[in-house]
């Protein structure tokens, strides 16, 4: 299987509000970058997307290593709460229900065709990857009204 490294970053004015999301895709020594965003939304819900998205842009199976600033969605896989909110009926462990389903929903079965591993990185932290999908991102919901 061929080895890519997938950036990912969320971004949101106001939480909710308008939100962006942004991800570069590297492969040998070519990159590709990819972002949109949505006029209602929250910060995880584009954190999620990103990573989704750029999933979704992969077209054989990969290694991916994926890197996030995203504590949310790290936690959420490396941790396997995920796996123990969809076997619960999507509730979480206090049995209060598990946000952004739909989105959970569409990346598990990614998971499923990728080996991906996951890592958290600091944000705004001077990350170069980091701070480009943050620019993505950050530009995306610029450009709603």
């Not at 990728?114 to 980091?130: A, E, I, M, Q, R």
Request: charge should be negative.
């Amino acid at each position: 299987m061929k080895n890519v490294d997938i950036y990912t970053d969320g971004a949101c004015s106001g939480n909710p509000g308008k939100g962006g999301w942004g991800a570069v895709l590297v492969y040998g020594n070519t990159e590709k970058e990819i972002s949109g965003g949505n006029s209602d939304t929250t910060n995880n819900r584009m954190e999620l997307t990103a990573v989704i998205e750029a999933l979704k842009m992969l077209k054989m199976p990969c290694n991916v290593t994926l890197t996030t600033d995203s504590k949310y969605v790290c936690d959420a896989i490396n941790q396997q709460w995920v796996y123990s909110w969809k076997k619960n009926g999507w509730k979480k462990a206090d049995k209060k229900p598990a946000l952004n389903v739909d989105l959970w929903e569409e990346l598990l079965p990614l998971l499923e065709i990728h080996n991906v591993t996951f890592n958290w990185v600091k944000g705004h932290n001077g990350h170069p990857y980091n701070e480009r999908c943050d620019s993505l991102a950050v530009n995306e919901y610029l450009k709603i009204d």
